[in-house]
C-alpha cells in the first residue's frame, strides 16, 4: 500500500513539475508587444 501511495505522490510532482515547467519557463522577457492592429481590415466590418 505504501509502495503504491509512494509511486502515486512521485506521478503527482512529475506532473507539477512538467505544468511548472510549461508555463514559467518562457521567454525571458516575456511574450513580446502586440501590435495594435494584426492582419488586414476585415471590410464587413465598420
Known amino acids: 500500500m505504501g ?3 509512494l ?3 512521485l506521478a503527482l510532482a512529475v ?3 512538467i505544468v511548472w515547467w510549461t508555463m514559467f ?3 525571458k522577457g516575456g511574450e513580446p508587444a502586440a501590435p495594435d492592429q ?3 481590415q476585415d471590410p ?3
Open 3 to 5: 509502495l503504491i501511495l
Open 7 to 9: 509511486e502515486a505522490l
Open 15 to 17: 506532473l507539477v513539475g
Open 25 to 27: 519557463a518562457g521567454r
Open 38 to 40: 494584426v492582419g488586414p
Open 44 to 46: 464587413d466590418r465598420s
